[in-house]
């Protein structure tokens, strides 16, 4: 299983971008698929998670400005980024889990929020 995470870049406060984690696989066989992220000199940490059956769920940092969502059509997760802020820099990576508990990670993608 591979995962392509792309759509990172340079946003100025306040401005939206979209991220996007292309699946090599039928996403339908994930239990769950997330968005992480790990700014420098920090530990990674949940940003969105989707659940097979839809459910969503969200840090309390970007409740209200983050969405997640997919496409089991083309077996991608975006996420959504709206009213971004500084705080948000970090680099951003894709996951999935199987039910059986393995777990799958994408390569990272920069997200830089500036002026």
């Known amino acids: 299983v591979q995962l392509q995470a792309s759509g990172g870049g340079l946003v100025q406060p306040g401005g939206s971008l979209r991220l996007s984690c292309a699946a090599s696989?039928?996403?339908?066989?994930?239990?769950?698929m997330g968005w992480y992220r790990q700014a420098p000199g920090k530990q990674r940490e949940l940003v969105a998670i989707?659940?097979?059956?839809?459910?969503?769920d969200y840090a309390d940092s970007v409740k209200g400005r983050f969405t997640i969502s997919r496409d089991i059509g083309k077996n991608t997760v975006s996420l959504q980024m709206n009213i971004v802020r500084p705080e948000d820099t970090a680099a951003y990576y894709c996951?999935?889990?199987?039910?059986?508990?393995?777990?799958?990670w994408g390569q990272g993608t920069l997200v830089t929020v500036s002026s």
């Open positions: 996951n999935s889990q199987e039910i059986t508990g393995q777990i799958y």
């Open positions: 696989t039928n996403i339908f066989r994930f239990n769950e």
């Open positions: 989707i659940t097979r059956g839809g459910t969503t």
